[in-house]
């Protein structure tokens, strides 16, 4: 049951052209990206791996943003357009209906990762690094995308509004990315120091460096920052669990 | 005959207004009951927590054996025009029913949904985006929806609000019909002729709480009043707006 929920959402994706404008978005901001980094006089100094590190960040932390923002509103729209008694007056359960709506964000993800690709062959030219840049923006992203998607869904689940979970999602976005924009001295301060090794977007960031900048591409080297990536989609997912456990068919309508 | 709905001291409030109040109903199978009062009388509130879709505060409900909190297994046999009119605009009329149709697990649901649309006179748009509806031509797909799975009890809320004579004389046709075909249907209408065209029984409700229940000519002899539904139906409520 949930691959039909999956599919009216990818559908609906396509008929409204939410998802087109998404990826003519994407497209746009990578392609303005790596215009500069291999035009621009100081950008195209930098080291090829630097280049590449820069534009790895921008496609995951685009990704993040986009998802954040879709991943929204896709299940709180059921109640605020008052779809959601006809839904649930249906034998649909709880977790076809979120797996469905989770696989339909994760499904726009792939979208903006696959528009990356060429981006990602045109500065990684010349160098060993395309497939571990590919792979490890693909499975960062994944990772990291698919915690955000589980959190917001139970925001979204526990508001039933698009505009609070949305407000609530951007700033625990703006939050956890934040951090990842100290400068080094900064996170030599211990407390900061432990932040940033739980903070998803920063072990994103660091896994990346450690690939592309440093040339540690196993994933046993890079195990140290994967783990608290899991750990938070883990987090996220029982927050999940609880959330889907707490709402009630009896409650699909607001009280009047 | 069989009683499929039974309903013992129903409560609902919201904040410190009961929207519903002490209501008791029985309905039989096969019966096609109708359920009327003035607005905020409770009408929706009760068809919501006759399907599951409200919490009662207090009270017992029974469908077809199913006691409340237990109502999952009905939601295969019955059908829902609700009152909230939302719909998926991008969609098909076509489109909307197959999506209905899977949730269902339909067999052969191309062929159950053009019958369906043909029922309710919407095969000639069944290509064209909902957005594109009347009002009178969501109702109808609303209705198409509600029986997409050949629903044993139907409940209705307002099934003709915003349909044109034409229209309505059709819904009530088929909705005959499907209650002649053994459907027990419980209709929620401010069409006081509509019910008292077609219910074989009839409740009336006013600030939640029930004012009377039986056929047209026991309220006939309770209110002492030999003329119309209207007029049992003013007397009763003691209120104009109907």
Known sequence: MFRNIWLKELKEQLYTWKGTL?????????????????????????????????????IIGIGLLIISIDASSIISNEFEKETAESLFLSPIKMKDFVLGKLLASLSMWFFIFIVSIPYILVTSAGTKLFFPFLIYVFLLGTIGVL??????????????????????SLIILLA?????????????????NVLSKVNPVDNIFSSLDNVLVDY????????????????????????????????????????? | ??????????????????????????????????????????????????????????????????????????????????????FYEWMTAKEYLLFFAQLYNIPCPHKKIDELLGKVNLSERKNSAIATFSRGMKQRLGLARALVNDPKILFLDEPTLGLDPQGQEEIQNLLKQLNKN??????????LNEVSNLCSRVAIINKGRLVAQGTISELQKKTNLAGSLKDIFLALTNNNHV
């Open chain 1, 176 to 192: 956890l990315a934040v951090p990842s924009l100290f400068s080094t001295t900064l996170k030599n301060n211990s407390f900061a």
């Open chain 1, 22 to 58: 998404w990826l003519v978005i994407s497209s746009l901001v990578f392609s303005l990206i790596s215009y500069l980094l291999l035009t621009d006089k100081e950008l195209s100094l930098l080291d090829q791996t630097e280049m590449m590190w820069m534009l790895a960040k921008v």
């Open chain 2, 1 to 86: 005959m069989k009683t499929i709905i039974s309903v013992i001291n129903l409560t609902k409030s919201y904040g410190s207004i009961k929207a519903v109040d002490g209501l008791n109903l029985e309905i039989a199978e096969g019966d096609f009951f109708g359920f009327l009062g003035p607005n905020g009388a409770g009408k929706t509130t009760t068809i919501r927590m006759l399907t599951g879709i409200i919490e009662p505060d207090d009270g017992k409900i029974t469908i077809a054996g199913n006691i409340y909190p237990n109502l999952k297994p009905i939601l295969n046999m019955i059908g829902v025009v609700p009152e909230s009119r939302g």
């Open chain 2, 182 to 191: 053994g459907v027990t249907i419980f209709l929620s209408s401010h069409q």
């Open chain 1, 147 to 168: 915690g955000f998607i589980m959190l917001i869904f139970a925001i979204s689940l526990l508001f039933r509004s698009s505009k609070n979970t949305l407000t609530t």
């Open chain 1, 216 to 256: 540690q591409t196993s994933l046993l080297q890079n195990g140290q920052f994967i783990f608290p990536l899991v750990l938070f989609c883990l987090i996220a997912f029982i927050f999940l669990v609880y959330a889907s456990k707490r709402f009630k068919r009896a409650g699909v309508v607001k009280h009047e």
